[in-house]
């Protein structure tokens, strides 16, 4: 079946960097855009990131733009979020998503990293930036 297994969270200092990983199975990895979201305390989840599966396009949420990265490596079935600079606000848990949408429509999902075009979630990692 299908799984998402989110790590590589943890406490990190103020402009301090983590790197997110997403590692995937049971689906055609090249089928499916993949999307992050996150989730703080108190508040609706939101999309952070996206990447589709053709030709990588991606797409970022204004708060993290010039400071996140996403990345897909097909061989490993992988995707990336690299976070640099991070602030106190960024502390949520992570989510990974595979979009709704497959092959060359996959990355429709990517417009707005809105959650409803996501079907499969990982279990989340939990991101803390504090001094």
Do not use: H
């Amino acid at each position: 079946q299908v799984q998402l297994v989110e790590s590589g969270g943890g406490l990190v200092q103020p402009g301090g960097s983590l790197r997110l990983s997403c590692e995937a199975s049971g689906f055609k990895f090249d089928d499916y855009a993949i999307g992050w979201f996150r989730q703080a305390p108190g508040k609706e989840r939101e999309g952070v990131s996206c990447i589709g599966n053709i030709r990588g396009r991606t797409t970022y949420a204004d708060s993290v733009k010039g400071r996140f990265t996403v990345s897909r490596d097909a061989a490993k079935n992988t995707t990336y979020l690299q976070m640099n600079s991070l602030k106190p606000e960024d502390t949520a848990v992570y989510y990974c998503a595979t979009s709704v949408f497959v092959r060359s429509s996959a990355v429709a999902s990517c417009v707005r990293i809105d959650e409803r075009l996501f079907g499969s979630w990982g279990q989340g990692t939990q991101v803390t930036v504090s001094s």
